[in-house]
């Protein structure tokens, strides 16, 4: 079975700070996607940004960053310079190849609360 | 360039009756998946639609239905609603089948079953 967990419920920041959150996973898989989104209050769900399991340089999206360490089965997302913009939950999601592809799994999130 | 439709935005169902949501999937996609998001946690997939067969499926009971239609556009059925069914129903769609394309989210349906 694929899991995703993500441990920390709620989160919070102070504008133009950085924070990281953190994300596990499970899949015997070789080939994978893992991803993070954003959905905002009432908003719908956004990517913003994803790896593939086969490279290994971390993936970077303007101010988002991930650190995806293969071996021990870890993907966090670090985010420079908060906005208030960027108060959402986050999800990190894992889709491998072979039968499951189409299924995201996603952890079950974390709030985060950029104050200003 | 119109994304990722959903409708309706709200609906509030008796337990026992029967639903039927829509999605209308992003310009040049082919592929929809829905999913489950029950409050507080993170979505879960219940099934994908591509070339108007149900490719995948998650682990929902066949109470959740679903159909694709030839201009891409998919339907979600749910009977005999139980209460645990009150959730945001998510559509998602994506460019076909390969794992590297992205999928993209509506807005979702918000069912309330009493």
């Known amino acids: 079975a694929q899991t995703v967990t993500q441990s920390q419920p709620e989160m919070s920041v102070q504008e133009a700070e950085t924070v990281t959150l953190s994300c596990t996973y499970d899949?015997?898989?070789?080939?994978?996607?893992l991803f993070w989104y954003k959905q905002p209050p009432s908003r719908q769900m956004i990517l913003v940004i994803r790896q593939e399991a086969y490279k290994q340089q971390n993936a970077t999206e303007n101010r988002f960053s991930v650190n995806f360490q293969k071996a021990a089965k870890s993907f966090s997302l670090k985010i420079s310079d908060s906005q208030l913009g960027d108060t959402a939950m986050y999800f990190c999601?894992?889709?491998?190849?072979?039968?499951?592809?189409?299924?995201?799994?996603f952890g079950k999130g974390t709030k985060l609360s950029v104050k200003p | 360039d119109a994304g990722v439709t959903q409708s309706p935005t709200h609906l509030i169902k008796t337990r026992g009756q029967q639903v039927t949501l829509r999605c209308s999937p992003k310009s040049g996609h082919d592929t929809v998946s829905w999913y489950q998001q029950a409050l507080g946690q993170g979505p879960q997939f219940i099934f994908q639609?591509?070339?108007?067969?149900?490719?995948q499926r998650g682990n929902f009971p066949d109470r959740f239905s679903g159909h694709q239609f030839p201009n891409y556009s998919s339907e979600l059925n749910v009977n005999a609603l139980l209460l645990g069914d009150s959730a945001l129903y998510l559509c998602?769609?994506?460019?076909?089948?390969?794992?590297?394309?992205?999928?993209?989210f509506g807005p979702g349906t918000r069912l309330t079953v009493t």
């Open positions: 999601a894992l889709e491998a190849y072979g039968g499951s592809q189409g299924n995201l799994i």
């Open positions: 899949t015997s898989e070789n080939n994978y996607y």
């Open positions: 639609y591509y070339e108007e067969e149900e490719r």
């Open positions: 998602a769609s994506s460019k076909g089948l390969a794992i590297s394309y992205e999928q993209y």
